[in-house]
C-alpha cells in the first residue's frame, strides 16, 4: 500500500569531488565542523535546536572579531540565485577553514564563479564530457539543451532566474564550485564582470566543464520557510524556519533565501524591508546574520501625505542581515554597501539553503572519483511514502582499480533514517546480493545533501560490481507513525521558466532498482510509471504552492526522470 507525499524540495548546489574527515574506522556520522563544536545533522540522532541558546545576534561580517564575508557583487542579468548560492559557498568554506579575516577588512581569498554554474546547469552531458571517474558513457544527453531557446534570445541561461523551488545539484555532480581565478589553456574563462567584452558562453567539454574544484561540500540542508501559513491560509511566521536558519548562522554555515523584492515596503535610508503582500519571490541574496533587537520602526514607511503607514511596520523586532548583488549604488544620496535588513516577519521568505563544508586539512584524499547516474542538473525532488518495506539501490561497475570511502544521497523530507548497506560482487538484478561489506544507520532532521563516511575503505578492482543500497523511512505527524521513503529526481519545462527548452532523464538498465512489494524492480523498466506520478506531484504541488501561482505545465512529454540520487566516492589506486 502506497500514500503519495507531495513534496518538491529546492535542489541543492553540491559538491561531492574530495573526501572529508574521520581516520580510518570512524564514525560515519562525524561533521566537517566537529573541531568547532558544531552540531551535525549527519548523525545518530535527530538534531535539536533550543532557541533560548542562540544568541540574540550573529553577523559574519564581524563573528569573534572576524570577517567570513566576501564582497558584494553585481548581477548583470537575472541569474541572482547564482550569486545567493555562491555568496553562501563562500562563506561556508570560509568558516569551515577558518579563514576570516579581522572585522573591517576585505575578505577576497575566495570568488566562486556564477558564470560557471549558470552555464553548466543549462546545458546537459555531452560527449565530450566524458571522463573517467566523473561522467560515465551511458550518462550522453542528460540534461538540459537549450538551443532552440538561444537561437531566439541570446544568453537564455542568464535570464532564466532559476525558480527558487528548481535550484540545481551541479555540485552534487561534481562540478564546483569553481574559483574564478582558475585558468584553461592561458585564459581566465569563469570570470563574472560587467564588461561588454565578456565571452558569456563556456565550451561544452571535460576540460572546462570538469574544472578543478574551490570546496569540498560535506552537506547541504533545505530549511523550513520562515513564512507560513495557518489553515486558513493566512500568513503566520514559522518559528522553526527563523530558528533553523538562526543556529545554521551561528555556525558559520552559509544560508541562501529567496523573497520578494518587487514591492513598496522598502526603507531606502535605512536599507530595510518588509513586505507583507501575497506575491511569490522574484530574488535571492545570500544570508550572513541576524538581530533579533534590530528595532521594528526601521522599517516605517509614510504614505503621499507624509503620515506614517502603520502596515509597514512589523508586528515585532527582528532582521535577517542578507547580501545582495546589486553592486553598491546610491539611496537618497547614501552610498548603499550592498546589505539590506529583512524583517522576519516579511511574508515572503522561503527556501532557505544552508551549507557546510569540509576543511581543507581534513581532505583525506586528494584525488576521487565517484560513481554516479543523476546527471540532470535541475531537478525537483519528490517523495513517496510506502507502509511496507522499501528501499533504493544503485549498482555500479568499478571503472579502475580503486577505493570506496564514502557515499552520498538526498533525503527528500525531514526527520529521516537513513540505512545503508554496501555490498560487493552484486550479482544479476538483486543489488543485495553478493557480500555485504558495511552497514549504518544515518538520522537527518532536515531534507537535503549528505555526505557520509565509511567506517572502512573497501578496495575494488576494475569492473568488479558492487551497490550501495538505501532504506529511508521518516517520522510522520500522525502520532509519530514511521513510514518508508522514496525519493524520485524529476524535473519539467515549464511555460514561464523554460520556453524553448527540452530536457532528458536516462535511465539505463541496471543501474538503479527499487525494492518494493517484496521484490527488487529495474527503475529502467518504471519510466512510464514514475513519469506518471512525477506528473501529477508536480501538477499538484504547483496548484498548492502560493509561491508558484503562474506556473504552467506543458504536459507529461515534458516530464523527465532521472535515476535514483545515490553516489559512491572512491580514491584511484596509487
Known amino acids: 500500500m502506497k500514500k503519495m507525499l507531495a513534496l518538491i524540495m529546492c535542489v541543492l548546489l553540491l559538491c561531492t569531488v574530495a573526501a572529508c574527515s574521520a581516520d580510518k574506522g570512524a564514525s560515519s556520522d562525524n561533521g566537517a565542523d566537529a573541531d568547532k563544536g558544531a552540531v551535525s545533522d549527519s548523525g545518530t540522532s535527530f538534531e535539536e535546536i533550543d532557541p533560548q541558546t ?23 542579468y537575472g541569474d541572482c540565485w547564482t550569486f545567493s548560492l555562491t555568496g553562501a559557498a563562500e562563506v561556508a568554506y570560509l568558516y569551515a577553514n577558518d579563514k576570516g579575516v579581522p572585522t573591517g577588512k576585505i575578505n577576497d581569498q575566495v570568488n566562486y564563479s556564477e558564470k560557471y554554474i ?49 535550484d540545481a545539484n551541479l555540485f552534487g555532480a561534481g562540478f564546483g564550485p569553481v574559483d574564478e581565478s582558475v585558468e584553461v589553456k592561458g585564459e581566465y574563462p569563469y570570470g563574472y564582470d560587467d564588461k561588454s567584452s565578456v565571452e558569456w558562453s563556456l565550451p ?15 552537506y547541504s540542508k533545505r530549511l523550513p520557510s520562515p513564512a507560513s501559513a495557518d489553515a486558513d491560509g493566512n500568513y503566520m511566521l514559522n518559528a522553526d524556519g527563523l530558528n533553523a536558519i538562526k543556529s545554521e548562522l551561528n555556525q558559520g554555515h552559509g544560508v541562501s533565501i529567496a523573497l520578494c523584492s518587487a514591492h513598496p515596503g522598502f526603507n531606502a535610508k535605512k536599507r530595510a524591508a518588509y513586505y507583507n503582500g501575497d506575491g511569490k519571490p522574484d530574488h535571492a541574496v545570500t544570508v550572513v546574520g541576524y538581530d533579533d533587537d534590530y528595532p521594528k520602526e526601521n522599517f516605517t514607511k509614510k504614505n503621499y501625505n507624509g503620515e506614517v503607514d502603520k502596515d509597514s511596520i512589523p508586528p515585532e523586532n527582528g532582521a535577517l542581515i542578507v547580501k545582495n548583488s546589486g553592486g553598491l549604488t546610491k539611496f537618497d544620496g547614501d552610498i548603499d554597501d550592498g546589505y539590506i535588513y529583512v524583517s522576519y516577519y516579511d511574508h515572503s521568505l522561503r527556501d532557505p539553503l544552508s551549507f557546510v563544508f569540509d576543511s581543507d586539512d581534513a581532505i583525506r584524499h586528494d584525488e576521487v572519483n565517484y560513481d554516479q547516474y543523476d546527471l540532470l542538473m535541475t531537478s525537483w525532488y519528490g ?63 532536515f531534507p537535503g545533501y549528505y555526505k557520509i563516511d565509511l567506517k572502512d575503505e573497501y578496495f575494488l578492482n576494475k569492473g568488479d560490481k558492487y551497490a550501495v543500497v538505501l532504506t529511508m523511512k521518516r517520522m510522520t505527524d500522525e502520532d509519530g507513525k514511521t513510514v518508508y521513503t522514496e525519493v524520485l529526481p524529476y524535473t519539467t519545462d515549464t511555460t514561464e521558466f523554460f520556453e524553448g527548452m527540452t530536457v532528458r532523464g536516462i535511465i539505463n538498465k541496471g543501474e538503479s532498482y527499487l525494492f518494493t512489494d517484496g521484490k527488487w524492480n529495474d527503475m529502467a523498466d518504471m519510466k512510464d510509471s514514475l513519469i506518471d506520478r512525477a506528473y501529477d506531484l508536480c501538477e499538484e504541488e504547483l496548484r498548492s504552492d502560493p509561491a508558484l501561482p503562474e506556473v504552467q505545465l506543458k504536459g507529461k512529454e515534458s516530464m523527465a526522470i532521472d535515476n535514483f540520487p545515490i553516489k559512491a566516492i572512491l580514491a584511484p589506486a596509487e
Open 54 to 76: 542562540l544568541p540574540s545576534k550573529v553577523d559574519l561580517r564581524d563573528h569573534d572579531g572576524k570577517n567570513y564575508v566576501t564582497p558584494v557583487k553585481t548581477q548583470r
Open 118 to 166: 549558470t552555464c553548466y546547469m543549462f546545458h546537459g552531458i555531452t560527449k565530450d564530457d566524458v571522463v573517467k571517474g566523473r561522467v560515465r558513457a551511458s550518462q550522453v544527453g542528460e540534461g538540459y539543451d537549450p538551443s532552440e531557446a538561444e537561437s531566439e534570445r541570446e544568453l537564455t541561461p542568464y535570464f532564466i532566474g532559476g525558480p527558487f523551488v528548481h
Open 204 to 218: 561544452l567539454n571535460a576540460e572546462y566543464r570538469c574544472a578543478p574544484v574551490a570546496a569540498v561540500l560535506r
Open 383 to 445: 517523495s513517496t511514502d510506502h507502509d511496507d518495506e522499501t528501499k533504493m539501490a544503485n549498482v555500479y561497475d568499478a571503472e579502475e582499480d580503486e577505493s570506496l570511502f564514502q557515499i552520498a544521497y538526498v533525503t527528500g523530507s525531514g526527520m529521516t533514517e537513513v540505512t545503508y548497506e554496501i555490498y560487493k560482487d552484486v550479482e544479476g538484478d538483486d543489488p543485495a546480493s553478493g557480500t555485504l561489506l558495511e552497514t549504518g544507520v544515518n538520522r537527518h532532521t
